[in-house]
């Protein structure tokens, strides 16, 4: 299980590398974030053994995005983080 890392997202982004402290900063946050809204109880390689390991890596690239850009809406994130997390969710939950 390879979990996306600060320098992926720096690159995807395009941003500076002074950047990637920050960028795993919030990589941090996605993951305790879906581990939060999922199952508290479980660590990110039991979830993504139990998911899908690339939508949870999209999950963590949306959610990063969305923070470092501020475009976290009013009331969280926006739709493709929500889709996102609702996938992963119901993957774990074995909902079809």
């Not at 600060?6 to 941090?28: F, P, R, T, W």
């Not at 996605?30 to 979830?47: F, H, Q, W």
């Not at 976290?72 to 994130?77: I, L, T």
């Amino acid at each position: 299980m390879t979990v996306v890392t600060g320098d992926v997202i720096v690159n995807e982004l395009h941003l500076d590398v002074s950047e990637k402290a920050q960028i795993e900063s919030l990589i941090n946050f996605a993951k305790d974030y879906i581990l939060s809204t999922v199952d508290r109880n479980v660590t990110v390689e039991e979830l993504v053994s139990r998911t899908n390991e690339n939508i949870f890596n999209q999950t963590i690239r949306s959610i990063v995005s969305s923070l470092y850009f501020g475009n976290v809406e009013q009331n969280g994130f926006g739709v493709q983080s929500m889709v996102l997390l609702n996938a992963i969710r119901n993957m774990y939950k074995g909902v079809e």
